[in-house]
């Protein structure tokens, strides 16, 4: 589908100035420029262009209000001195898959001062010695690199989900009677019961593949930021695999899956 009509299939009949959030993933740019994306769109807070065989950024409109940018798995290799000029406060930006090679053209985004999570994994750039030290040392801006900080730290997934659940430990505290007021539930016991069991049931599953020596790795290579072997069963995002003990392919286990 054209950019362009995926636009208007995402409006769903709002108009632009009400949008805060757009996904246009998988769709076709228009020689590989941005296409039916305007600054009507002033609200939009979220986008997300992930393999659209973009090439430039050029038709980028201005929106202040921009946030998060998803460019994943394009063919941009340069220009990104659009983005400080048209989306001033973006605090999150997502180029991995592209065509990114030197310092140099990751230096434009030093006017993104509000810039603190940059992902550049698997671009051509990643492949030059000291290359984290170098990034950090040119945007010190940013917190984040490839979803790890400076001290190999993993990024949580949403600063907004943080506040929030912050917000409701907050608020179980002010409700929260003094202690010993309320008697303990016979159903919480048992489901406290049957989550041990299930812990258990994934230690062996676990224990198993390490004496098998079976190599887990990622297969998800696009996705996953961290490309190791995943540690007790998870890749870089804390996604559990599903194992074989046939062969050592795997993959995400994905929701509602049994």
């Known amino acids: 589908m054209e950019m362009k009509k995926r636009i208007n299939l995402e409006l769903r009949n709002r108009a632009p100035e009400k949008v805060t959030e757009l996904v246009l993933d998988n ?14 769109f002033k609200e939009l807070q979220f986008l997300s262009m992930a393999n659209v065989e973009l090439t430039s950024l050029a038709k980028l409109p201005t929106l202040s209000k921009l946030r998060k940018l998803e460019l994943s798995d394009n063919v941009i290799s340069g220009g990104l001195e659009v983005l400080a000029e048209r989306c001033p406060n973006l605090t999150y930006l997502n180029l991995s898959g592209n065509k990114i090679k030197d310092l140099g053209t990751v230096e434009a985004l030093q006017n993104l001062k509000n ?8 671009c051509e750039i990643t492949n030059l010695e000291d290359y984290r030290d170098s990034i950090f040392e040119l945007l010190q801006q940013i917190t984040y690199l490839d979803g790890f900080d400076q001290e190999d730290n993993e990024a949580p997934d949403s600063e907004d989900d943080d506040d929030e659940g912050d917000e409701d430990d907050d608020d179980d505290e002010n409700e929260a009677g003094p202690p010993g007021e309320y008697e303990e539930d016979d159903d919480e016991d048992d489901g406290a019961s049957d989550l041990g069991e299930g812990e258990e049931e994934e230690e ?4 198993y593949l390490m004496k098998e020596e079976i190599q887990v790795k990622c297969v998800n290579s696009a996705k996953c930021r961290k490309q190791r072997e995943a540690p007790m069963g998870f890749c870089g995002y ?3 695999f599903w194992y074989s003990s046939q062969s050592t392919e795997n993959s995400h286990l994905s929701e509602g899956d049994e």
């Open 27 to 40: 769709c076709r740019s228009s020689n590989g420029e941005i296409e039916g994306l305007n600054d009507s």
């Open 115 to 122: 810039l603190k999570s940059l992902d550049l994994f698997n």
């Open 204 to 207: 062996v599953g676990l224990s």
């Open 238 to 240: 804390g996604k559990q």
